[in-house]
T-cell receptor
Framework: SAVISQKPSRDICQRGTSLTIQCQVD?????MFWYRQQPGQSLTLIAT?????????ESGFVIDKFPISRPNLTFSTLTVSNMSPEDSSIYLC???????????FGSGTQLSVL | LAKTTQPISMDSYEGQEVNITCSHN???????ITWYQQFPSQGPRFIIQ???TKVTNEVASLFIPADRKSSTLSLPRVSLSDTAVYYC?????????????FGKGTRLHILP
């Protein structure tokens, strides 16, 4: 199994600023993902964080807005840039240990943009 | 990636068995079926995974018919703490790493 630590757990930010969310896994994983979840909604995949290379973004999400880093097999960051109130959401980090392995999730970052 | 369809919401009572069915008509040969549970203010957590027939663990059972075009998650004798959103996912080819796309899920509400 894997334990994922995500921080901050919540933040309130001003419009136009940026926030970086950190995700640390206690073991080496093959894949890491970032999701967004609006209240009462399902999870939306933002991107796959690739180790040592640029992330793979889903439709509707771009690197300039959501830059992602993954410098090694256990750590990733997601930055929400130039925030607006529409970015208010829960952001979730997840990881898989091996092929076809189940997903493990962090506890999420609840972001509110004023 | 195969699309999944499941009921938006369900209500049940404590002590009853709850069955949530998921349709996945376009499931591929190498796809597995996985269910996750999500409580408010938490990330989803794995419940059970199967490929065919029946799988049982300490939490739930998963029934998959021979054509694999649907699956049923069975929760025995539910309690109030089973109130959560349940997601059915299809994918996970063993030969490659797949991104995982969540559907809308089923919001299960257990009543006393």
């Amino acid at each position: 199994s894997a334990v994922i630590s995500q921080k901050p757990s919540r933040d309130i930010c001003q419009r136009g600023t940026s926030l970086t969310i950190q995700c640390q896994v206690d073991s080496q994983v093959t894949m890491m993902f970032w999701y967004r979840q609006q209240p009462g909604q399902s999870l939306t995949l933002i991107a796959t964080a690739n180790q040592g290379s640029e992330a793979t973004y889903e439709s509707g999400f771009v690197i300039d807005k959501f830059p992602i880093s993954r410098p090694n097999l256990t750590f990733s960051t997601l930055t929400v840039s130039n925030m607006s109130p529409e970015d208010s959401s829960i952001y979730l980090c997840s990881a898989k240990l091996t092929f076809n392995e189940k997903l493990f999730f962090g506890s999420g970052t609840q972001l509110s943009v004023l | 990636l195969a699309k999944t369809t499941q009921p938006i919401s369900m209500d049940s009572y404590e002590g009853q068995e709850v069955n949530i069915t998921c349709s996945h008509n376009n499931i591929a040969t190498n796809d597995y079926i996985t269910w996750y549970q999500q409580f408010p203010s938490q990330g989803p957590r794995f419940i059970i995974q199967g490929y065919k027939t029946k799988v049982t663990n300490e939490v739930a059972s998963l029934f998959i018919p021979a054509d694999r075009k649907s699956s049923t998650l069975s929760l025995p004798r539910v309690s109030l703490s089973d109130t959560a959103v349940y997601y059915c996912l299809v994918g996970g080819d063993r030969n490659r790493d797949d991104k995982i796309i969540f559907g809308k899920g089923t919001r299960l509400h257990i009543l006393p």
